[in-house]
């Protein structure tokens, strides 16, 4: 089991910066985790940001964030982040870090999980306010 802790969010305004990190604790070693990072607005299904293997070696974006977010981890301090930038009034939204376990084998080592249902534990979210 893992508990996972998102900081970070806030208000900024369009074309500007924030970081997302998620801290994670767990008996078992981060990396064991494949994350990801999610979003959600009121009415709406969660959606799928960012993911990232294992490792950290492979990542992958929805469409609409690519160029413009940065999904990385650091195993040593068991903490996974969203650099995003050029924000834009659609990324408003509760933000949510995901986790799922899956040992380090040749099939999961740089696999990325998008869907929602392919995630065990979540965080409690971070609210990202983007003003035009």
């Known amino acids: 089991q893992v508990q996972l802790v998102e900081s970070g969010g806030g208000l900024v305004q369009a074309g500007g910066s924030l970081r997302l990190s998620c801290a994670a604790a767990s008996g078992q070693p981060f990396s064991s985790y494949a994350m990801g990072w999610f979003r959600q607005v009121p009415g709406k299904e969660r959606e799928f940001v960012a993911g990232i293997s294992l490792s950290g070696g492979i990542a992958d974006y929805t469409d609409s964030v690519k160029g413009r977010f940065t999904i990385s981890r650091d195993n040593a301090r068991n903490t996974m982040y969203l650099q995003m930038s050029s924000l834009r009034p659609e990324d408003t939204a509760v933000y949510y870090c995901?986790?799922?376990?899956?040992?380090?084998?040749?099939?999961?080592?740089?696999?990325?999980?998008?869907?929602?249902?392919?995630?065990?534990?979540w965080g409690q979210g971070t609210q990202v306010t983007v003003s035009s």
């Open positions: 995901a986790a799922v376990f899956r040992p380090p084998t040749v099939g999961y080592l740089y696999r990325i999980f998008r869907q929602v249902h392919e995630y065990d534990y």
